[in-house]
């Protein structure tokens, strides 16, 4: 099992990317009037920007480097499933930013109403609530790990680490 850990900077990035997504949904704009104060918008864009080049190095660095810590003999739709749900979390975090970004183009160019700025905010919020189904899901599959005692819970979590 020690073989499959994942290294220290892949655990930065994972743990890294909960705590910006925590401060992310603390800091978030309650109404899109807000932008109209510019050292906000000002702000919201870099964080945005920020976060998906982080994002970007973290995929490269993921998908290069590490492999997953499943056991062998994980069945295929189980391979599958984790597949599909780490990937689909690397999409909202990344339309989550890309939306942010829109919206605060929109709105300096002085689209401060109307059905784009609409649809934006609704993807925006769309892919938020989507990203909390997803983390529920992941978090509930690491704790099934973790009462399988098979080594992909401690490959990525620093805490309540598995006896082997
Ligand atoms: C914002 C919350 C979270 C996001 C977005 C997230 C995302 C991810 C992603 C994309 C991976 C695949 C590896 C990678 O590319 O980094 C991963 C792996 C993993 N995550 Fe999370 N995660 C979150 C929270 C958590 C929490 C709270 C736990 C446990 C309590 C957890 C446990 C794990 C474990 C055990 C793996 C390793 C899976 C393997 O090796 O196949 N994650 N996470
Ligand atoms: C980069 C990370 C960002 C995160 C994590 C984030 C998070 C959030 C959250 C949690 C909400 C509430 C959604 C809901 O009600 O379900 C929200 C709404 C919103 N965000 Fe963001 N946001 C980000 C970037 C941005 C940027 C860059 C802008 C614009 C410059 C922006 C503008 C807005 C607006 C206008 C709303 C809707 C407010 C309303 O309901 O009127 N966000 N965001």
């Not at 829109?102 to 938020?128: A, C, D, M, N, R």
Request: hydrophobic fraction near 50%; proline fraction near 2%.
């Amino acid at each position: 099992m020690e073989k499959s850990r994942h290294s220290i900077t892949a655990m930065i990035f994972h743990w890294g990317f909960v705590i910006i997504f925590i401060y992310g949904i603390f800091k978030q704009v309650d109404d899109i009037n807000q932008l109209s104060d510019i050292s906000l918008l000002k702000f919201e864009i870099i964080f945005a920007a920020l976060m998906l080049i982080l994002l970007i190095m973290r995929y490269l660095y993921m998908s290069q480097t590490q492999v997953t810590s499943l056991p062998e003999d994980t069945s295929m739709f189980q391979r599958r499933a984790a597949k599909i749900v780490h990937i689909s979390l690397y999409i909202n975090l990344s339309i989550i930013p890309i939306t942010g970004l829109v919206i605060g183009l929109l709105y300096w160019l002085g689209l401060k109403s109307g059905i784009f700025i609409e649809l934006t905010v609704g993807s925006h919020e769309l892919s938020i609530s989507t990203m909390y189904c997803l983390i529920a899901i992941h978090v509930s599959a690491a704790i099934f790990h973790r009462f399988r005692n098979d080594g992909v819970w401690s490959s990525m979590v620093p805490f309540l680490k598995e006896r082997k």
